[in-house]
RNA sequence: GGUCCCUUCGUCUAGUGGCCUAGGACGCUGCCCUUUCACGGCGGAAACACGGGUUCGAGUCCCGUAGGGAUCACCA
């Protein structure tokens, strides 16, 4: 970096109308990254400005979303609705400097002109009080003001994603900057705002590719420097549609519930649409080192679950054991219906990485966990029983020889295991299957003589008795 | 409909004119490991949307076509 160029300042600015979609998530995620790379800030602020549809509770859900993330932002989180006064303020300057106009259409003549313009293949402008002035009658009614945008040449912006885009001028609608009521509209308040906050880099979602070239003329009647766009493709639900709240459009919180991760979830983002060679596993450090705008996808990437309970399961398996039974903890007590006792922590803690290695989703971790918790007698899978069926007596037979190990290694249970196998003559298969199925009820769990080390002497016996009947 | 954007295996992607007989990952699948389920190891099937150019040479550059997407509010 040199050393006159300014700090990288990026933000994530969504509108609180509902929870942290994931696309919104990736852009902070990538806004974040950005900031990090670059040692620079990244700055939250919440558009808002139409009071109608922002809820504080949409507030505290893309609050909880980003921590849950890991995205921390520098500073407090800035209400954009806040600078209302500051928004008016840039109009009413725009205004008395003739770079924008008062204009007392009414919104019935604004949406027949609006179709009118459509049916005849032209854009609408929203123009119709740019030269014209009010009589006295009118004068008197509200007003709205916009801004006269440029009706002549074109705009070029070199996004950092994207491209190079231009955009004829006379395409570009008039649009409204305050409305009647003296409020400021979003296009106004994000340019403000930006500039107010020394925005560097706007890193945001692609369907704001075509507001750029109109809030670009707001940024050029100020005189204000033009920040760095960037255009992020947007993320489609598996089926190549568009995700859309009742299409797949989830939450953070709702994966949260589902058992992810966030370590994944921040890979699975990242990669979604970025990428670095061949690289997949890539740790947050990592991510920070070398995230970049150049190897940002163009097309819209579509969302795979697949590939998410990958990564998920890739790093369940690399966190450790205290780590794992914390996060599933609460579930597992209700799970089985009971606060865990301190015999069933060391055995869960004993059993973790079994079980971490065979699961995709925390609630895989849940379940596979119960086995190491005292829920005598199991229920049985269909499996399970089959493979127990007529066994009954073996089992006894085998509870007995298992009591009397001195030892309670998996090693001396193993011996104590072939032993019994040699002297029946039966294939250890033969005999592995049913204590198996007695000791987990069928569900899958790993190296056999280790489960029977760490569920005790005591506990293994039991379980072994209360299938001795089947 | 206007404007703008996009297009490599089913999915995420590598690829910046010769290293491409197109690579990796997920998923699918064969084999190995194994007391189950996994993990792991070794293989397999699977893509440059189409048509024209430019070039000695194109997945890579240009132009069309088709398909997909975004946007066109006194919402953000």
Known sequence: MQKDMPK????????????????????????WLYARRHNGQFLLRIEDTDRKRSTD????????????????????????YAQAERHKEVALKLLADG??????????????????????????????????????????????????????????????????????????????????????????????????????HVIRGDDHLNNAFRQYQVYAAMGWSVPVFAHIPLIHGPDGKKLSKRHGALGVEEYAEMGFVPEAMRNYLLRLGWSHGDDEIISTQQAIEWFNLENVGRGPARFDFDKL???????MRTMNSETILSLVKNELEIY????????????????????????KRLPDVVEAASLYCNTRPLKLTEKASATLSGNGPMLVELAEKLLSVSSWKSDQIKEAIISYATAKELKLGKVMQPIRAALTGGLPSGDLTDLLEILGQQESYDRLLDQANT
């Open 309 to 315: 309970d990958n990564l998920n399961a890739h790093y």
């Open 336 to 359: 089985t219906g009971d606060k865990l006792a301190e015999i069933e922590i060391q055995r869960l803690l004993a059993a973790m990485p079994s079980i971490a290695e065979r699961a």
């Open 57 to 80: 509770e949409a507030v505290a859900a893309i609050l909880a979303g980003m921590s849950w993330l890991g995205l921390d932002c520098d500073g407090e989180a800035v209400s954009q």
């Open 99 to 200: 770079k924008a106009y008062r204009c007392y259409a009414t919104s019935e003549e604004l949406a027949e002109l609006r179709s009118k313009a459509r049916d005849e293949g032209k854009p609408f402008l929203g123009d119709v009080w740019r030269d014209k002035e009010p009589d006295a009658e009118t004068a008197k009614r509200p007003y709205a003001i916009r801004i006269k945008m440029p009706r002549e040449g074109e705009v070029t912006i070199n996004d950092e994603v994207q491209g190079n885009v231009t955009v004829q001028n006379k395409e570009l609608d008039d649009m409204i900057l305050l409305r009647s009521d003296g409020t400021p509209t979003y296009m106004l308040a994000v340019v403000v705002d930006d500039h107010d906050m020394g925005v560097t």
């Open 8 to 31: 990288v300042i990026t933000r994530f600015a969504p509108s609180p109308t509902g929870f942290l979609h994931i696309g919104g998530a990736r852009t902070a995620l990538y806004n």
